[in-house]
């Protein structure tokens, strides 16, 4: 009985001590660590590494605990790790946040428990308008953001009829939907396939049979290798230019799809070729630890987390003050590895929407050339429709 | 639709369906025969794809890689069935599915420790990377051609050796009453063996085939062997033919669902519509034949 009141005040003491030490961060990074995206959560992981090695684990000059969460891709289970980083982990402010469907299940959770959210790669139209909220960045990107861009880009090299496709959640209409308005011509199709699909034979059947002028299409991870091989194999590569956006192909996929993404054209926020000391010193360090080019997952990680150090050092430390907290996210004063950054008033990014094509080096590999700016300082369309309280 | 395009689908659907065959021959006679549920069945899949990248990169030869990506899921499957599924014959289904699905979890993590979480690649051999024309206006890959014709022949083979030889007597007799083949003084461990290793064999086959075309990835088996089951199911647990006509039934209907219920219903509705096609066939051919369509009369 005694010991059990011992282990019992012990367990409290320790339970309080760790809620009330201001001077520790307690930063959760909740991403895809398994399943069938996680090869995007993986690159989160690399980034983030990056970062807290650059930082010397030392965010914000504070010292930090990391508790990294598996949302395995998939709601149900982001929801869950989301609600264990609040009760069991407490953390202060989390990162990561892949995917759209994901990230919908797992950001209200934060949000309500109190914590500071810093969305690193998805991002759903809905959180940019009527489902903004004080505590939540989104230092990454709108999703209609990058495919606007590309949208506009084919028309602009004179293609009338093109045909749109996408995975069927959330990104993938936001994201084919955006490509849609900025494309001035004929929209030829609008076709989505389930997640899991990667076998295409029966749309691409129907691709050529439509015959367009151009094809747009939203796939990453697995998806985007099984879509490019079967085009290519299909005999449509170098037939019918295929445009997408910056997660169809990346160094993390080039092994996987080889020369079937060739010449693929594709909008991003950010590319290896940047030219500004962050972003060097950020792709340098990257090849160095990985031996190969970073990809924008774990860009806009590291990203992230260079971001949660200048407003957790704008503040002291003193996490506790969560207004003061707020305004030093706002500022964003850090060194972007995009150059150009601020934020928006829904705390969504203004920035230049970059144009890349896949090439190859001197060497015969695969790499993202940049292309150039397409779009500069780009607001997302939904930002009016945040009442963001003050 | 046209019907140069209509027949194209066709093809494109019939090639589906055989690759949902080479499958559903493993579960339904290991179900049929041997009364186990094998989960892992998706990760011979899987495993097969895997396999054969292997070994094409330490060959640097397709058919090399072929034959001994196929020997390897064959001695694994004869492993697995040793150690791990023998015990199991006499527990019921539950635990099968338990300790089956358990070693789904442990092939997926046993793939990423040994080849990583990215998806990875396995070059089409040369001759069959360009396309064939098979009429006017399609193009066809001529990869697809190639393998559904490999599991065509697969088919008629294991027809062959079902139908007309003493070992595949035993097997169509095991599906039947399969304490009378025991009675009979048939050491039926010995088929339970085999069954197993082929289905293995199949299923591996199964998954070299499709590597190339889709991703090569960390639980790439699961969605497939979900199908599959359906095919089980429709087909009648135990019935090869059944699992024939079930595959190219499931194939063809789900590649014209996700074709013309989009244009039929509009795009939201279509879609969910295609994803139900083979659900709500299977559900129609179970009231209509609660045992699938050619029940074997084991179990």
Redesign the interface.
Known sequence: MYGRLCIATFAAAALWSGGAGAQELRLGLLTAL???L??AG?EQKRGFDIAVEQLGGKIGGLTTEIIVADDKGDPGEAAQAANRLIDRDKVQIVTGLPFSHTMMASVRPLLNGGAFVVGANAGPSTLAGEGCHPNLFVSSFHNDQWDIAVGEYMSAKGHKRAYFMGM?YQAGWEHTKAAIRGFKGEKVA?????I?Q??F???L??L??ANPDAVYVFYF???A??FA??YA???LLGRIPLYSMGAFSDP??F????DSVLGVVMSESWNHQLDNPANKRFVEAYRAKFNRDPTGFAARQYDAVMLIDSAVRAVKGNLTDQDALRAAFRKADYQSVRGKFRFNTNHFPIQDITVEEVAKNEKGQLYSKLIGVAINDQMDPDYQKCKMPK | M?PA?LL??AF??V??GMMLFLLAVGVTLIFGIMNVINLAHGSMFMLGSYFLMQWIDWTNSYAAGVVLALLGIGVLSLLLERTIIRPLYRHGHLDQVLATFGLVLFF?ELV?VLWG?????I??PSIL???VRLFE?A?Y?A??LAITAVAALVGVALYFVIAKTRLGMLIRAGAEKRLVVEMMGVDISRIYMLIFALGGVLAGLAGMM?G?????????GE?ILVLTLVVVIIGGVGSIRGALIASLLVGVLD??G??LL?VVFG?GTG?ALS?MTVYILMAAILLWRPRGLFPSHAG
């Open positions: 398994s399943g069938q996680s090869v993986a069927d609008e076709v989505y396939t389930p899991k990667l076998d034979s029966a749309e059947t129907q050529r049979a991870a697995s998806s290798v099984a091989r079967q194999q299909a005999g993390t996929l092994p996987a799809q080889g | 046209a395009l194209e689908q494109n659907g090639q589906f997926n990423v979480r990215d998806p990875l690649y070059a089409i990377s360009g396309q206006g193009a890959p990869y697809r499709t190339p075309l889709l991703a090569v990835h960390p639980g790439m969605p590649t014209f996700r074709v989009p795009t879609n994803n």
